[in-house]
Each structure stands twice: as C-alpha cells, then as structure tokens.
C-alpha cells in the first residue's frame, strides 16, 4: 500500500492522463491543446499520491484504535527464542506469532551496479524530478507497469527483459500483444537480453548486454531494477526461533504453519502468488488456525492476478498450453475488443479475451484478459471458476450493453 | 519482566493486518508490530 498496489495504480492514473491529454485529446474533440506544451509535474502526482496513502493509513490506524486487543508497535522485531521477541529495546513474550513481513526486491547480481547507483520500486514512486531517461530491468508485473508509467510521463524507456516477451508466464498471445503496445507507445523494449554489467560515465549510467548473440550498451539517467522479490527477513532472528526458510522465502505448509510449531507465515514472504489479495486471504486463515486451532488449508486453486498497464493485462488460473500439460483436452474461446462498441467509444479497441475449459467436462481452466478495465472483468471468470462450474452462465445470462463484460460473454459462447 | 502476548503479528501490511484483527476478534491478546509503514508495500 506504501510503495506498490494503491501508489503504482495512482501514479498509473497520472500517467493515462497524461497520455490522453497530450497524445489523444485531440482525437476525441478536444481543442486548445499543444502537445509540445504539455508537461509533466511528477511531484505533483507523486504529492496526490502521498495524500491518497495518508488517507488509507489513517484509516488503518483508527481501526486498529477501535480493536481494544491490540496493541500497535512501531519498531523491529527480534526473535530470541521461539516465544521471545526484542522490539528494539522492549522484549515481549508471544505464544504464537504470524510473519507478515512481506518482500523486498531480491538483490540481483550484475557487476558494477551497485557502483553506478540504481533504483527499485521504492524509490520509483517517490521521484520528485521527471529523469530524461531511464532503463528498466525485467519484463515483469513491475517492469511493464514502470515502463509504461514513465514513457508517458515523458521519459525515454528502454527496457530490458529476460524472457523473449514481456510477463512470460502469461498467456503468450496477450503478452506478445501487451509488448507491441509498449513499442507503439515509444518503449524501446529489448526482450531476450542478458545484463552483464552496469556503470556510470559521464554523469549518464550505462548497461551492457548481450542480445541476439552480441554486446549492446544503452544509456540513460535512471537504472530501474524491477526483476523480483524475496522474503524481508533480515534480522528477524529466523534461526533463534526455529523458523526454517524455503530457498529466499519461509517455509510455511498449506496451514500456513512453519517449521517452528507456535510461528506462522503468510503472505508474501512465503513466496509463490506475491499479490496483496493473497495476503489478505492468508491473514484470516493464519488467525483462525492460531486461535481456534481450526487446522484450515490455503486453497490457492483460482488466485487472479493484473498487471495494471493500459491496457490492463489479467488472468486466472491455467494457460492452454499449462491446461494441455496437465493433461487436459481443452477448448479455447477467444473475442476481441475490436468487436465491442463499448471499447471503440472510449477509445480502447484493443486486446483480447481467451477462456480455456475441459474439453469433456466444460470445467472452466482458466480465463485471460487484456483490455481495458480486464482487472475488474476478470471476476466474472474468477466466480465461476471458484464454482468449478463452466463458462455456461456467463455465455447464457444477460450482460448490460453496451459494456466491456460483453466481449467476456462472447469469448465464453465462442467456447461452446 | 515482559508483556505476554497470545499472538504476535510482525507486519503491519495487508496480510498482517487481516491476521491481527481477525485474532483479536476471536479474543485473543495480540501485539502488532511494524518497522517501516502501516499498510505494507
């Protein structure tokens, strides 16, 4: 909530209307214009950020006011043992305890970039002066949303990925597709690259890579790292309660329970699904198995997830290729939003929508958008991949027109 | 001399939030702590 869901997707809004407004406004009838004009105060943005998050964390400390069994404490947490914890200078007894400790960007080793000066997501969202240009690293949920974020702004990206196409793990139609978009938008994207090395000349940061078989320098002002996360355990005192870790990440079973029988685990720090609403879902769970002992699974069998470039990009369960190596004979049902008079009238025809089900059974396998506002339409398919059921309700029942859900209903009759 | 807790949550972001209110709604004792910014990343 400080420096990725609620600030990413306020700047994200800055930056689409920046892209109306400079790039777009006359096309929609809007006169008066000079995109030469037009500028872009990143303080101001990063400013109505900043009082967004205030706002959400005033809420956050008046509930906890209001729960009498709360005590907040603000400081580090030390384990000394498996019940005992220093928080700085207090020391506390706990008969159980749950790490929420989240992630932190996982420490990526390319010689000579600690030397040239880079920065991660934290320090993305709190610029306070728009850099001429800058290079992103990693082709993730991340990368993407960073790169798109800038080049509005009016920075110069290039942005160098691992994998052959931007989010990789996606359906690889919509990410081919999500990677042309960031091209046509002035993103020079670079997929496929290796970074060597990294440094600073001149006063400009540069990187060396090797890509297509040779060595490529780029330059700019910014080196963003964007390329993962870990589990934010330093200093915890892991080994002093019995806590085991799992590679960067803790051990935890599907109780959420770790190797230490009294201590807990949800969350990012777990690894695996690293969203916010799987967080939140594991949060109850870790309590209810803690207090009443209830022995509850995390049932992580439909998990959505977004990237919330425009236009957006989400998805649930399996790709086809996934289903079809899992053994599955599957149909596919595909609509595009080119077809929907809905997303011509606010101007975004593009993208696509493909569900994937069970050949035999129809069972709905999984859902994939990218279009715009796919983050919220994605939960027609969320919901009735939770039923288990097929995609029949959604092809059948009567959707509001002219609205985008309509091309999710499509895709679900195309499967038919 | 420390305070005894039932349960202590460390992190105050959007799961350790959920997991605190939720124990002590269910009567438990609990202390939250958080090092950087309530509301997590």
């Known amino acids: ?87 700085d200078g207090t020391l506390v007894t706990a008969e159980n305890s749950v790490l929420a400790v989240g992630s932190q960007p996982a420490p990526y080793a390319i010689p000579g970039l600690k030397e ?169 769970i870790a309590a209810l198995n803690i207090v009443k002992a209830l022995g509850r699974e995390v049932d992580y069998r439909v998990v959505p997830r977004a990237v919330f470039t425009e236009p957006t990009l989400a998805s649930v369960g399996l790709t086809e290729a996934e289903a079809r190596a899992q053994g599955h004979e599957v149909r596919v049902g595909t609509a595009d939003f080119a077809g929907s008079g809905r997303a011509k009238a606010i101007g975004l025809p593009v993208g696509m929508v493909k569900l994937i089900a069970d050949d035999g059974t129809g069972e709905l396998l999984g859902g994939h958008i990218l279009g715009p506002r796919a983050d919220d339409l994605i939960h027609e398919v969320v919901t009735a991949m939770y039923k288990k059921g097929s995609a029949e309700a959604i092809a059948k029942s009567i959707h509001v027109h002219p609205t985008l859900s309509e091309v999710v209903k499509r895709a679900a009759k195309a499967l038919r | 001399m420390s305070d005894a807790y039932d349960v202590a949550v460390i992190g105050a972001g959007q799961g350790g939030l959920p997991a605190a209110h939720m124990a002590a709604n269910l009567g438990a004792k609990v202390l939250l702590v958080e090092d950087r910014e309530v509301g997590g990343t």
């Open chain 1, 116 to 284: 040239a000066g880079f920065i991660t997501n934290y320090e993305a969202l709190k610029l306070e002066e728009l850099p001429n240009s800058m290079i992103v690293i990693g082709g993730g949920y991340e990368g993407v949303e960073f790169a798109q974020m800038y080049a509005r702004y009016g920075t110069a990206v290039t942005m160098l990925g691992r994998a052959p196409r931007v989010m990789p793990k996606e359906e690889p139609e919509l990410s081919e597709k999500l990677g042309d978009i960031l091209r046509e938008e002035g993103v020079d994207l670079h997929t496929s690259t290796e970074v060597v090395r990294a440094g600073a000349e001149n006063g400009a940061r540069f990187v060396l890579v090797r890509e297509a078989g040779s060595e490529r320098r780029y330059e700019a002002e910014v080196l963003l790292l964007a390329v993962g996360r870990n589990a934010r355990v330093e200093n915890l005192g892991l080994s002093e309660a019995g806590v085991e870790m799992d590679g960067p990440y803790v051990g935890a079973d599907r109780r959420l329970r770790t190797s230490a029988s009294n201590i807990w685990s949800l969350g990012d720090a777990n690894g695996g699904l690293m969203f916010t609403h799987r967080a939140t879902y594991d949060g109850p």
């Open chain 1, 1 to 87: 909530m400080n420096e990725g869901c609620i600030p990413t997707k306020t700047l994200l809004r800055s930056a689409e209307v920046m892209h109306l407004v400079r790039d777009r406004s006359a096309e929609f009838g809007v006169r008066g214009i000079d995109p030469k004009s037009v500028s872009f105060d990143l303080a101001a943005a990063v400013a109505r950020k900043d009082n967004i998050v205030a706002g959400i964390q005033a809420g956050i400390y008046k509930n906890l006011d209001r729960n009498k069994n709360i005590t907040f404490m603000k400081g580090h947490a030390e384990f000394t043992s498996p019940v005992d914890i220093r928080i």
